[in-house]
Protein backbone atom coordinates (compact mmCIF):
# COMPACT_ATOMS: atom_id res chain seq x y z
CA UNK A 1 0.00 0.00 0.00
CA UNK A 2 1.49 3.46 -0.94
CA UNK A 3 2.20 6.12 1.44
CA UNK A 4 0.23 9.72 1.53
CA UNK A 5 3.32 11.46 0.27
CA UNK A 6 3.27 7.84 -2.38
CA UNK A 7 -0.23 9.41 -3.58
CA UNK A 8 0.35 12.85 -3.45
CA UNK A 9 3.49 12.00 -6.04
CA UNK A 10 1.48 10.34 -8.30
CA UNK A 11 -1.20 13.69 -8.40
CA UNK A 12 1.72 15.58 -8.88
CA UNK A 13 3.11 13.76 -11.65
CA UNK A 14 -0.16 13.11 -13.48
CA UNK A 15 -1.57 16.79 -12.87
CA UNK A 16 1.53 19.05 -11.81
CA UNK A 17 2.37 19.74 -14.89
CA UNK A 18 6.34 20.13 -13.44
CA UNK A 19 9.03 20.60 -15.43
CA UNK A 20 10.98 18.80 -14.03
CA UNK A 21 10.32 14.67 -12.40
CA UNK A 22 8.49 14.54 -9.33
CA UNK A 23 11.05 11.76 -8.19
CA UNK A 24 14.12 14.55 -8.57
CA UNK A 25 12.01 16.16 -5.50
CA UNK A 26 12.58 16.10 -2.10
CA UNK A 27 8.95 16.13 -0.03
CA UNK A 28 10.03 19.33 1.52
CA UNK A 29 11.33 21.31 -2.37
CA UNK A 30 9.28 24.32 -2.99
CA UNK A 31 6.96 22.94 -5.85
CA UNK A 32 6.49 27.05 -7.20
CA UNK A 33 10.09 27.24 -7.04
CA UNK A 34 10.28 24.13 -9.58
CA UNK A 35 7.81 25.09 -12.05
CA UNK A 36 4.10 24.26 -10.48
CA UNK A 37 1.54 27.35 -11.49
CA UNK A 38 -1.37 28.54 -10.00
CA UNK A 39 -3.21 26.74 -12.80
CA UNK A 40 -1.64 23.38 -12.19
CA UNK A 41 -2.30 23.79 -8.44
CA UNK A 42 -5.95 24.15 -9.30
CA UNK A 43 -5.41 20.35 -10.99
CA UNK A 44 -3.66 19.47 -8.20
CA UNK A 45 -6.34 20.47 -5.95
CA UNK A 46 -8.92 18.76 -7.29
CA UNK A 47 -7.24 15.37 -8.22
CA UNK A 48 -6.48 15.04 -4.50
CA UNK A 49 -10.19 15.85 -3.56
CA UNK A 50 -10.84 12.82 -6.02
CA UNK A 51 -7.51 10.56 -4.43
CA UNK A 52 -8.25 11.08 -0.83
CA UNK A 53 -12.22 12.01 -1.13
CA UNK A 54 -12.22 15.25 0.62
CA UNK A 55 -13.07 18.68 -0.50
CA UNK A 56 -10.41 21.42 0.38
CA UNK A 57 -12.49 24.47 2.81
CA UNK A 58 -11.50 27.93 0.96
CA UNK A 59 -9.75 28.43 4.20
CA UNK A 60 -6.90 26.02 2.49
CA UNK A 61 -6.84 27.42 -0.90
CA UNK A 62 -3.97 29.50 -0.75
CA UNK A 63 -0.68 29.16 -2.38
CA UNK A 64 1.27 27.86 1.06
CA UNK A 65 -1.38 24.52 1.00
CA UNK A 66 0.75 23.31 -1.91
CA UNK A 67 3.83 24.34 -1.30
CA UNK A 68 5.50 21.42 -1.05
CA UNK A 69 4.74 17.53 -1.11
CA UNK A 70 5.56 18.11 3.00
CA UNK A 71 2.86 21.20 3.34
CA UNK A 72 0.20 18.99 1.38
CA UNK A 73 0.61 15.69 3.10
CA UNK A 74 0.14 18.16 6.22
CA UNK A 75 -2.96 19.88 5.50
CA UNK A 76 -4.71 16.40 4.12
CA UNK A 77 -3.40 15.12 7.53
CA UNK A 78 -5.40 17.96 9.11
CA UNK A 79 -8.39 16.92 6.97
CA UNK A 80 -8.56 13.92 8.58
CA UNK A 81 -6.20 11.80 5.88
CA UNK A 82 -5.01 8.93 7.99
CA UNK A 83 -1.49 7.45 6.46
CA UNK A 84 -2.02 4.07 5.55
CA UNK A 85 -1.06 1.04 7.45
CA UNK A 86 1.55 -1.56 6.49
CA UNK B 1 2.85 30.72 -16.31
CA UNK B 2 2.75 33.13 -13.82
CA UNK B 3 4.95 36.55 -13.58
CA UNK B 4 5.37 38.75 -10.57
CA UNK B 5 3.53 41.61 -9.35
CA UNK B 6 5.74 44.91 -10.18
CA UNK B 7 5.06 48.17 -8.58
CA UNK B 8 6.13 51.21 -9.66
CA UNK B 9 6.63 54.19 -7.62
CA UNK B 10 5.95 57.48 -9.91
CA UNK B 11 6.22 60.17 -6.98
CA UNK B 12 8.76 58.10 -4.16
CA UNK B 13 9.05 61.49 -2.43
CA UNK B 14 5.97 63.49 -1.65
CA UNK B 15 6.00 67.11 0.25
CA UNK B 16 4.77 67.03 3.59
CA UNK B 17 0.19 66.91 3.56
CA UNK B 18 0.39 65.98 0.16
CA UNK B 19 -0.84 62.50 -2.15
CA UNK B 20 1.83 59.99 -3.24
CA UNK B 21 0.78 57.94 -6.43
CA UNK B 22 2.23 54.61 -7.06
CA UNK B 23 0.76 52.49 -9.37
CA UNK B 24 0.32 48.70 -9.42
CA UNK B 25 0.70 46.24 -12.47
CA UNK B 26 0.19 42.39 -12.60
CA UNK B 27 0.34 40.51 -15.58
CA UNK B 28 -0.60 36.91 -16.24
CA UNK B 29 -0.29 34.34 -19.21
CA UNK B 30 -2.61 31.53 -19.54
CA UNK B 31 -2.28 28.28 -22.05
CA UNK B 32 -5.47 27.57 -23.27
CA UNK B 33 -4.25 23.56 -24.08
CA UNK B 34 -4.04 23.68 -19.75
CA UNK B 35 -7.61 24.61 -19.39
CA UNK B 36 -8.80 21.81 -22.30
CA UNK B 37 -7.01 19.39 -20.25
CA UNK B 38 -8.74 20.58 -16.93
CA UNK B 39 -12.09 20.75 -18.43
CA UNK B 40 -11.35 16.94 -19.70
CA UNK B 41 -9.83 16.01 -16.37
CA UNK B 42 -12.34 17.71 -14.12
CA UNK B 43 -15.28 18.63 -16.15
CA UNK B 44 -18.20 21.08 -14.28
CA UNK B 45 -16.30 20.72 -11.41
CA UNK B 46 -13.47 22.64 -12.32
CA UNK B 47 -15.83 24.81 -14.03
CA UNK B 48 -17.95 25.67 -10.88
CA UNK B 49 -14.80 25.31 -8.46
CA UNK B 50 -12.77 28.40 -10.40
CA UNK B 51 -15.38 30.75 -12.31
CA UNK B 52 -18.47 32.31 -11.39
CA UNK B 53 -21.69 31.70 -11.99
CA UNK B 54 -22.03 33.94 -15.30
CA UNK B 55 -19.21 32.21 -16.70
CA UNK B 56 -20.31 28.86 -15.79
CA UNK B 57 -23.40 29.93 -17.58
CA UNK B 58 -21.46 31.24 -20.35
CA UNK B 59 -19.05 27.67 -20.87
CA UNK B 60 -22.04 25.82 -21.19
CA UNK B 61 -23.80 28.26 -23.92
CA UNK B 62 -20.72 28.06 -25.36
CA UNK B 63 -18.85 24.63 -25.18
CA UNK B 64 -17.07 25.11 -28.41
CA UNK B 65 -14.98 27.96 -27.47
CA UNK B 66 -15.08 27.17 -23.28
CA UNK B 67 -11.30 26.92 -23.36
CA UNK B 68 -10.16 30.29 -24.62
CA UNK B 69 -12.63 32.04 -22.32
CA UNK B 70 -11.66 30.23 -19.57
CA UNK B 71 -8.22 30.93 -19.99
CA UNK B 72 -8.71 34.79 -20.60
CA UNK B 73 -10.81 34.31 -17.37
CA UNK B 74 -8.40 33.07 -15.24
CA UNK B 75 -5.16 35.06 -16.69
CA UNK B 76 -7.27 37.98 -15.68
CA UNK B 77 -7.56 36.86 -11.97
CA UNK B 78 -4.43 36.16 -11.82
CA UNK B 79 -3.60 39.65 -13.03
CA UNK B 80 -5.89 41.35 -10.71
CA UNK B 81 -4.52 38.91 -7.47
CA UNK B 82 -0.92 40.03 -8.69
CA UNK B 83 -2.25 44.19 -7.92
CA UNK B 84 -3.92 43.07 -5.00
CA UNK B 85 -0.17 41.05 -3.75
CA UNK B 86 -1.84 38.14 -2.23
CA UNK B 87 -1.57 34.23 -1.73
CA UNK B 88 -3.58 33.27 -4.97
CA UNK B 89 -6.10 32.01 -2.21
CA UNK B 90 -9.48 31.06 -3.58
CA UNK B 91 -11.08 32.55 -1.40
CA UNK B 92 -10.43 35.90 -2.52
CA UNK B 93 -10.10 34.41 -6.21
CA UNK B 94 -14.10 34.10 -6.02
CA UNK B 95 -14.76 37.77 -4.69
CA UNK B 96 -12.95 39.16 -7.99
CA UNK B 97 -15.39 39.46 -11.08
CA UNK B 98 -14.45 40.07 -14.70
CA UNK B 99 -17.92 41.47 -15.83
CA UNK B 100 -18.54 41.72 -19.48
CA UNK B 101 -19.08 44.78 -20.73
CA UNK B 102 -20.78 45.28 -24.07
CA UNK B 103 -18.57 47.29 -26.29
CA UNK B 104 -14.97 47.38 -24.12
CA UNK B 105 -12.79 45.24 -22.46
CA UNK B 106 -13.86 43.54 -19.25
CA UNK B 107 -14.30 45.49 -16.03
CA UNK B 108 -12.88 44.55 -12.32
CA UNK B 109 -15.72 44.70 -9.72
CA UNK B 110 -14.13 43.43 -5.90
CA UNK B 111 -16.47 42.14 -3.62
CA UNK B 112 -15.84 41.35 0.13
CA UNK B 113 -12.56 40.34 0.52
CA UNK B 114 -10.66 41.18 -2.10
CA UNK B 115 -12.74 44.62 -1.89
CA UNK B 116 -11.38 44.96 2.08
CA UNK B 117 -8.21 44.12 0.85
CA UNK B 118 -8.12 46.48 -2.46
CA UNK B 119 -9.26 49.35 0.34
CA UNK B 120 -6.51 48.41 2.77
CA UNK B 121 -3.67 49.11 0.17
CA UNK B 122 -5.49 52.11 -1.07
CA UNK B 123 -6.59 50.91 -4.32
CA UNK B 124 -9.79 51.77 -6.01
CA UNK B 125 -9.93 51.05 -9.68
CA UNK B 126 -8.30 47.98 -11.24
CA UNK B 127 -7.91 48.54 -14.94
CA UNK B 128 -8.08 45.30 -17.47
CA UNK B 129 -6.72 44.77 -20.65
CA UNK B 130 -6.90 41.32 -22.15
CA UNK B 131 -5.79 39.30 -25.42
CA UNK B 132 -6.51 36.19 -26.88
CA UNK B 133 -4.85 34.14 -29.43
CA UNK B 134 -5.18 31.00 -30.81
CA UNK B 135 -3.20 29.00 -27.90
CA UNK B 136 -2.64 31.54 -25.02
CA UNK B 137 -4.78 34.37 -23.29
CA UNK B 138 -2.61 37.29 -21.41
CA UNK B 139 -4.47 40.05 -19.07
CA UNK B 140 -2.88 43.53 -17.40
CA UNK B 141 -4.24 44.99 -14.33
CA UNK B 142 -3.22 47.91 -13.23
CA UNK B 143 -4.43 50.37 -10.36
CA UNK B 144 -3.03 53.76 -8.77
CA UNK B 145 -2.85 53.38 -5.21
CA UNK B 146 -2.97 56.50 -3.56
CA UNK B 147 -2.10 57.31 0.12
CA UNK B 148 -2.22 60.54 1.43
CA UNK B 149 1.17 61.56 3.84
CA UNK B 150 0.91 62.96 7.19
CA UNK B 151 1.67 66.58 8.01
CA UNK B 152 1.13 69.92 8.10
CA UNK B 153 1.40 72.14 5.33
CA UNK B 154 4.58 73.04 3.14
Redesign the interface.
Known amino acids: MSSTSDSIRQVLES?G?LPVGISTLRNGDDLYQNGL????S??VM??LEDTFNIEFP??M????TFQSVAAIAEVLISLGVEEPQH | ??LALASASTNSTPPRGRSESRTRVGVDV?VVD??T??LA??GE??VS??FNAEEVAHVRRHPSTAASYLAGR?AAR?AVIKVLGV?????V??DIDIVAQPTTTPRVVLIDSALELANSLGITEILLSLSHARHVATAVAVADVISTSAGGSP
Open positions: HQTSHAVNLADSLRKS | MSQEIVSAFRYRVFEDSALAWR
